[in-house]
């Protein structure tokens, strides 16, 4: 009877041993999957939260409930590492006009390109916040440099250089435009003006967009006097709804803007 009983006892080995091996096997991979699924997870929070959150040497870049950029002991350093300035203390805080004011060359645009993050510093922090979440971060913040691009192609093209504007943006261009007094060619021909006319180009592909942050660094540059009153009206307009920063020694152009804050650099 033992005999029988280890032959019983043999058999049932023999046939559950298998089907434990396999459980177990398939625990192992539901492990694996679990960790990969977890690790795919992760990732994923990682890039949202990367999404609404820039962060550069010691600039920092997120959606807030307003819009907001705050030099806090901030080291300005020039393109090719010279110091410009330390100890740099401003705070522009919601929507409206800000004024950059200083001689040339004493690091008005410098300063604008530090919260492009074109220029970076070692030193102080730089926190801007943006309240509009439809686009892209770095969407939300738009540059009039004074050394902006122009082609030998279309005013269309020019229009549209390196934006890929929407319809609605591309018609806001040609408005903005009209109220600049822009003289008009045929759209097909090459674009051939003035130091003027090319400037309203710039400044109608940047206002045209619905950005949190807008930054014109000496936007009356090449402009006729008469084109200051309708670039001043532009940018008030602009203003309801965003936080713009100028950055201008054309104290006649300045004299148009309602100012919320003004830094003498």
Do not use: W
Not at 31 to 45: R, V
Not at 194 to 207: A, P, T, W
């Amino acid at each position: 009877s033992a005999l029988l009983l280890l032959s019983y006892a043999f058999i049932f080995l023999l046939r559950v041993v298998p089907s434990m091996s396999r459980i177990l096997s398939f625990f192992v991979i539901l492990k694996q999957h679990q960790i990969l699924a977890y690790n795919i997870a992760n990732q994923f929070y990682s890039l949202t939260k990367l999404s609404s959150r820039i962060t550069d040497s010691n600039r920092v870049i997120s959606f807030t409930s307003m819009n907001r950029i705050r030099f806090q002991d901030y080291q300005l350093i020039s393109p090719s590492g010279e110091l410009i300035k330390k100890n740099i203390n401003v705070d522009f805080v919601g929507n409206g006009i800000n004024l950059i004011q200083g001689k040339n060359g004493s690091g008005k645009s410098t300063l604008l390109k530090s919260i492009t993050g074109q220029v970076l510093s070692n030193s102080g922090s730089l926190v801007i916040n943006v309240m509009n979440q439809s686009k892209n971060l770095e969407d939300r913040i738009q540059f009039l440099s004074q050394h902006s691009g122009v082609s030998s192609k279309t005013l269309n093209s020019n229009i549209d250089l390196g934006s890929n504007l929407s319809q609605l943006e591309s018609d806001e261009a040609y408005k903005i435009l009209s109220k600049l007094n822009y003289v008009f060619l045929n759209a097909q021909k090459v674009l051939k003006g003035s130091g003027g006319e090319i400037q309203k180009v710039f400044i109608s592909r940047i206002l045209c967009k619905n950005a949190d942050i807008f930054l014109l660094d000496e936007p009356t540059n090449h402009l006729d006097k008469k084109s200051h009153k309708e670039l001043a009206e532009i940018i008030i307009d602009k203003s309801r709804h965003s936080l713009i920063l100028v950055a201008s020694h054309d104290d006649q152009f300045i004299s148009l803007l309602p100012i919320n804050t003004s830094y003498l650099i």
